[in-house]
């Protein structure tokens, strides 16, 4: 119940194309879904979060996309740039209570010139 | 500080030592976690300090591993008798508290068990 599924692994996209990474979960106590970005070397770093009562939220080129009945959430990342290869990771948490952040597995996003 | 510091940044230890871990948290931050990131893999979360309640300890993986918090700023993760599979990069956030979510993050500690 605790678990945020991620998919895909890895993802390759051509420079300016739209890679759009899934995760879904299984505990309707969770009310944060916050995206975060880590480079080699370094640690997460929030990249945007959005809470249950929207479906869209955007942040210059990132959009989470949220779908409450179907417990998933995305993001997208539009006119993709090199700067932009990275891990992802999404994750999912509390306001009030258990406040941990639950991870999903990552996604290694490549984006090619 | 202006960020989260964690120290040391890299860590070789020998099979059955016990080591010690430490983050310095924002100042202010009332929230303090720590993660585990082992290679190529998600982040594992160990334990919660929120304030002065009691930690939530629900993902230590064994009693060779505790934390503790002083004063509600500092904390230090120490992991007795090292194992080969505790080598990892250890990952501490804090945020401002309760229904303050955003979390931020050090760069870890990347330990190495020999």
Request: charged content about 15%.
């Amino acid at each position: 119940q605790q678990q945020v599924k991620q998919s895909p692994q890895s993802l390759i996209v051509q420079k300016g194309g739209i890679p759009i990474i899934n995760c879904a979960y299984e505990n309707t106590a969770f009310d944060y879904f916050p995206w975060y970005q880590q480079f080699p070397g370094k640690g997460p770093a929030l990249l945007i979060a959005i809470r249950p009562d929207v479906s869209e939220k955007k942040e210059g080129r990132f959009t989470i996309s949220f779908n409450k009945s179907a417990k998933q959430f995305s993001l997208h990342i539009m006119d993709s740039q090199p700067g932009d290869s990275a891990t992802y990771f999404c994750a999912a948490s509390m306001i009030q209570g258990a406040q941990k952040l639950v991870f999903g597995q990552g996604t290694r996003l490549t984006i090619n010139p | 500080g202006a960020g989260v510091s964690q120290s040391p940044s890299n860590k070789v230890t020998e099979k059955g030592k016990d080591v010690e871990l430490r983050c310095d948290p924002i100042s202010g931050h009332t929230a303090l976690y720590w993660y585990r990131q082992s290679l190529g893999q998600g982040l594992e979360f160990l334990i919660y300090f929120q304030g002065n309640s009691a930690p939530d300890k629900s993902g230590l993986p064994s009693d060779r591993f505790s934390a503790e918090r002083t004063g509600g700023s500092v904390s230090t993760l120490t992991i007795q008798r090292t194992q080969q599979e505790d080598s990892a990069v250890y990952l501490c956030a804090s945020s401002v508290g309760p229904g303050q979510q955003r979390a931020f993050f050090g760069q870890g500690t990347r330990l190495t068990v020999v």
